[in-house]
């Protein structure tokens, strides 16, 4: 009888292990509903109009603002919601911005 027990827990055991296995996969496609904004290329004639932006966006001095832009490729924003993210990379483009989103 022990015998039977044992070989019963045993593939009881799989299944339960396989259920663990599948949640972390369904966390991570929840996970990414925040993105990160990098500022990877610019174009050099829409600099100024690019770095008025940035200082707006992120509250940034003149110079911080410049240094980061001319720092690129550069982080500009982190943990955006999807929305917020396609927006600030679309309003950058338009200023001569190559975005990346991560």
Known sequence: MMGMMGGGGAAQ????????????KE?????????DVE????????KIGLIKEVRAILGLGLK????????????????????EADKLVAKLKELGAECRLA
């Open 64 to 83: 911080e603002a410049k240094e980061m832009v001319e720092g690129a490729p550069v982080w500009l924003k982190k943990e955006l919601a999807k929305e």
């Open 13 to 24: 055991a799989a299944p339960v292990a396989a259920a663990v296995v599948e949640k972390p």
């Open 39 to 46: 500022l990877t290329k610019f174009d050099a004639a829409k």
């Open 27 to 35: 966390e991570e496609k929840k996970e990414k509903s925040h993105y």
